[in-house]
């Protein structure tokens, strides 16, 4: 009996051994196997995970491709290490990527991310046709009225216009412009009230929603950025004087697809909810969208007395305090230049005395 025992024991201590043995070295080998890249092209491999599948599917599609050695093991980690939830997405794997990578990888769905932006001064049909040139872009606002697109964006606004925050936006493959256009307009509506309530007083403005509307003309009259606050400050004191705003993105604006690169006579003088050399105070709407520098110099525009100013050709600007001297600017700056449509009146001629004879 007591040799029975002795050979039994000896037996167990073998098969521990040979347990703890195979045990190691297959936890050497998943090991090695978790740190050994995967047999990826030099330029790497883009992979779409799409929604619905699993883990399983990508593993199985990898070693189908030649770039992965037991794709079983894959699972089985994941399963063992609690990382089998994945994010579905747009996956790129660059050569060199380990499977213990490419796992952490898919637990935190680091997804391919692409970027675009909206640039300052565009209007909000300019930022859809970017977004809409995108293929990685589901264009859901595409071919919409204007009142079909405000329903799918689920927003607290009448009009499109100038809400959305020109920035650089980064997207999965597949976001929608709805998606898009939403963090827009969260951003714009954050950095609204921020700067609102750190406005300057005294200003006429009698709703962060007017002071968006002037950041719009700002961001349109602006050459060199660092006249935003004076220009600001122009359009500030023409509204406090009763004086008409008189610029001449407002006209264009009003005119839509209308315009086609120079503003006429006949331009200024019909009357449309945007052409303030008609109308009195702001334009209905926005007309751009403006970036936070023509928000911030909209709420803190420059002090001084000008009332006038004039695009000198450079990019830089010319101010003036009476009538009489931004006429002569005028006629040194812009005669035969109406192109330019950053002069506030018709070269020779004061706009009051267009609009008014």
Partial sequence: ????????????????????????????????????PLALPQAG?????????????????????????HPRLLTLYARFSNATKVHAGEYFLPHGVTPQQLLEKLRKGEVVLYQVTLVEGWTFRQALALLHSKDTVKPLLQDKTEAEQLALLELPIDHPEGWFFPDTYLYPRDATDVEIMRRAYLQMQQLLQELWEARADNLPYKSPYEALIMASIVERETGAEWERDQIAGVFVRR?????????????????GEAYKGKITRKNLQQATPYNTYVIKGLP??????????ALQATLNPADGNALYFVAKGDGTTHFSATLAEHNRA???????????????????????ELVNP
């Avoid at 040194?332 to 009051?352: C, F, M």
């Fill in 239 to 255: 509204l406090q004087k009763g004086m008409r705003l008189q610029t001449d993105p407002t006209v264009i604006y009003g005119m």
């Fill in 45 to 69: 491999y883009t992979y779409q995970l799409q929604s619905g599948r699993v883990l399983g599917h990508l593993a199985h599609d990898l070693a189908q491709q030649g770039f992965l050695q």
């Fill in 330 to 352: 005028v006629r040194r700056y812009q005669l035969n230049r109406r192109s330019d449509y950053r002069s506030t009146v018709n070269p020779g001629q004061s706009a009051e």
């Fill in 284 to 293: 209905p709407t926005p007309i751009s969208l403006p970036g936070r520098a």
């Fill in 1 to 36: 009996m007591r040799k029975m025992l002795k050979k039994i024991m000896r037996l167990l201590r073998v098969l521990m051994v040979l347990t703890v043995l195979v045990g190691v070295s297959t936890w050497l080998y998943v090991q090695h196997w978790l740190t050994t």
